[in-house]
């Protein structure tokens, strides 16, 4: 398996405007986990998923910030307006239920700069 | 509520250098611990957990921790370092049993100098 794959690598865009992150899941994971790393506040939970439901999002800074689970294989993350303190680092995880090893798969992140 | 503390935000040691990152940790029962590394431009990466039994937990890249539950602490530890080991380590506590969702410390910088 490729491991969780996040697209773009990185998303330059000026304020106001909308920015989609994208997360593909490892194969079979039947948990998957956005978080925010910036400078001030370390890295933050946003929302999961459990079997593409959302369990909790209550770490979703805003109404401006959403997120869908459409299948198994595919996540998003949508900001509508972007504004620069929502720069920072997104990173996407997934964890399958049946690893009793609990481990987080991390992607490599999306580096977002709302100018 | 769990929730993790590491208190130093930066660590430099020296190559070759013996290592020991802090970590401390509230949680009202026993708790799933972990250590993670994330180099530069990188995802995190797992280098070791604790689950139960022995308190000394080997990683992978020649990093072990302890659990010492008086102390609620789950201290990262490398006997030498190795320039390659500048990253940022987190240290995470997760909750037993439902669904496990962990908490993760705000992390320590690790700079290695030559």
């Known amino acids: 398996d490729a491991g969780v794959i996040q697209s773009p690598r990185h998303e330059v865009t000026e304020m106001g405007q909308e920015v989609t992150l994208r997360c593909k899941p490892i194969s079979g994971h039947d948990y998957l986990f956005w978080y925010r790393q910036t400078m001030m506040r370390g890295l933050e939970l946003l929302i999961y998923f459990n079997n593409n439901v959302p369990i909790d999002d209550s770490g979703m800074p805003e109404d401006r910030f959403s997120a869908k689970m459409p299948n198994a294989s595919f996540s998003t993350l949508k900001i509508q307006p972007s504004e620069p303190r929502d720069s920072a680092v997104y990173f996407c995880?997934?964890?399958?239920?049946?690893?009793?090893?609990?481990?987080?798969?991390f992607g490599s992140g999306t580096q977002l700069s709302v100018l | 509520a769990q929730s993790v503390t590491q208190p130093d935000i930066h660590i430099t040691v020296s190559e070759g250098a013996s290592l020991e990152l802090r970590c401390n940790y509230s949680y009202g029962a026993t708790p799933y611990l972990f250590w993670y590394v994330q180099s530069p431009g990188q995802g995190l990466q797992l280098l070791l957990k604790?689950?139960?039994?022995?308190?000394l937990v080997q990683g992978i890249k020649g990093f072990e921790a302890e659990f010492k539950r008086s102390q609620s602490s789950f201290n990262l530890r490398k006997p030498s370092v190795h320039w390659s080991d500048a990253a940022e380590y987190f240290c995470a506590v997760g909750e037993r049993g439902g669904s496990y969702i962990p908490t993760f410390g705000r992390g320590t910088s690790l700079i290695v100098h030559p």
């Open positions: 604790y689950f139960s039994g022995d308190t």
């Open positions: 995880a997934s964890r399958s239920d049946r690893d009793r090893d609990e481990k987080l798969f």
